[in-house]
């Protein structure tokens, strides 16, 4: 499975230039005004793994098949989005099509660049676009709280009161502004929400969008994972070869470039691991949710294997290279037979024993 990350924000905070670069593409427009993105770019891109290579060479595969992200960049929001400015309802749609949110504060101080406020005030930037997912999640949840009611009074408050309960308590965290994430539920109440596709549920990080020297970057919130990113310099870094950009990286000192935080902040968001298959055809990784049992696994390389699913060889990838693959590492006692209750691992190299 892949999975897709919206890259949101207000206008000329550098999502554009940032989705570029991270796709290597020139196909979102970056320009220095409002909206110039209209229709939302998509660029899939390869998901680095060291580990592919190893285990490629150890099986002698003809074909190396990473895991992928895709990246969707989404126009400029405005205040008033919810209801219905700038790109307003337009705007908010795509981001219910995406798994998570990674929402662009400018911290950059390039003045040839207007911002829509004349300032730059991460905080300022995420309060605007945090405040309009809530009001739009406020609209969703109020016509759902007012049905509640009508149900309540007509058919019974025992069949429609922990629907009211529900959505009366989402509805009061919406009216402060704060995301709807941020709540505990059980399992029946997730079940839902889902089916209401609230923005404020999505998983959501912040990415600053910084001057190439990075100084001091306060905390947007302490409840969402942050990460920071010169999308300048990952512009310049995609005009560079693989070697080429490493050096450049070791100049300006990190080994990490935007797309490698992203991803892994990303993952760790999305509660994702990557499991692996290798053999001559191919070397291959495959990304599922934690705690996902091997048929369940299985079915991901093909949907017949969850009912096929007889049983598992697994083994960590390190241990895998380092026997030298499948035909030796029996020898070291560190091949595992596992059943269909296993939980895979990140970096399980797994054969499958299906029955056809």
Do not use: C
């Not at 509640?148 to 009161?161: L, P």
């Not at 797309?259 to 495959?286: H, Q």
């Amino acid at each position: 499975m892949s999975f897709s990350i919206g890259i949101v924000g207000l206008p000329n905070v550098g999502k554009s230039t940032l989705f570029n670069a991270l796709t290597r593409s020139k196909q979102a427009l970056a320009a220095n005004y409002p909206f110039a993105t209209i229709d939302p770019n998509v660029g899939v891109v390869e998901v680095p793994d060291e580990r592919l290579q190893k285990l490629a060479a150890v099986s002698q595969s003809k074909k190396i098949i990473p895991t992928t992200i895709e990246f969707v960049d989404i126009a400029g929001l405005v205040k008033g989005a919810s209801e219905g400015e700038g790109l307003g309802n337009k705007f908010l749609s795509h981001i219910r099509e995406v798994d998570a949110i990674a929402q662009v504060v400018r911290a950059f101080t390039d003045t040839n660049v207007i911002h829509v406020h004349n300032r730059v005030n991460p905080q300022d930037d995420a309060a605007i676009v945090n405040t309009e997912l809530a009001l739009a999640d406020l609209q969703t949840v109020e016509k759902k709280l007012e049905n509640a009611r009508r149900m309540a009074k007509g058919v019974g408050i025992k069949e429609y009161g922990p629907q009211l309960a529900l959505f009366e308590r989402v509805y009061a965290q919406l009216q402060k502004g704060a995301p709807a994430r941020e709540l505990e539920y059980s399992e029946e109440e997730l079940l839902i929400l889902r089916d209401l596709y609230l923005l404020t549920m999505k998983p959501m990080l912040y990415v600053v969008n910084v001057d190439e020297a990075v100084g001091d970057i306060p905390r947007i919130s302490e409840k969402a994972e942050q990460i920071e990113i010169s999308a300048k310099l990952e512009a310049e870094l995609a005009d560079l070869s693989s070697e080429e950009a490493r050096e450049y990286l070791k100049e300006v000192g990190t080994s990490e470039t935007g797309l490698d935080k992203l991803i892994k902040t990303g993952y760790k968001l999305l509660n994702l691991v990557t499991f692996l298959t290798s053999g001559e055809p191919e070397t291959r990784a495959w990304t599922v949710k934690a705690d996902t049992k091997a048929p369940e696994a299985a079915g991901v390389i093909h949907t017949d294997f969850i009912k096929g699913f007889i049983k598992a060889d697994v083994v960590n990838w390190q241990d895998f290279v380092a026997a030298g693959g499948w035909s030796k590492i029996k020898e070291t006692g560190k091949l595992r037979l596992e059943g269909k209750e296993y939980i895979v691992q990140d970096g399980d190299v797994i054969y499958f024993h299906i029955n056809a």
